[in-house]
């Protein structure tokens, strides 16, 4: 009988070894699960790329879209014309086409056309060197020009309008 202590002793601690592996192995794996998650959370949070954010380049394929149907296209004569130049020895060279939104407009666009040219050649020769030659100066003469040429054909719609030559010497 006085084997049975010792016998229950080491029971006991092989019984306690078992357990305290149990219980480290279940620590462990939890932990390790914690990590775990809580660096997928961390990744996606810091170091993932953010969504794709709405820009102005997929703003302008969206009003792209939308103006894709192409209206009448109406054509001008080029326009030859000296710039604003203390010197006067530069001159612009500029063939102009504007997009209508009714086929219809363009007949009456084409007997507009000497108001069309007469605003195109008072505006033009108002400018200078300096600024017909930068891309936002060009960009200030289409928007300016798209305003009058609106004015002078309403009803009718100027939809937009194209710069198919464009010279300066």
Partial sequence: ????????????????????????????????????????????????????????????????????????????????????????????KVKIEIELENPEAAERTTKADPKLRDTVIMMLTSLSFEEVMTPEGKTRIRDELLERFSQTLKPDRVKNIYFTEFVVQ
């Fill in 1 to 92: 009988m006085v084997d049975e202590p010792e016998n229950a002793a080491a029971e006991n601690e092989a019984g306690a070894k078992k357990t305290s592996k149990v219980k480290l192995l279940i620590i462990a794996g939890l932990g390790a699960l914690v990590l775990g998650v809580g660096g997928f959370f961390g990744y996606k949070q810091f170091l993932a790329p953010p969504p794709p954010v709405a820009t102005e380049d997929d703003m302008v394929v969206e009003k792209t879209a939308k103006n894709a149907v192409i209206g009448e296209i109406v054509t001008l004569q080029p326009f030859t014309v000296n710039l604003a130049d203390p010197r006067g020895k530069r001159y612009l």
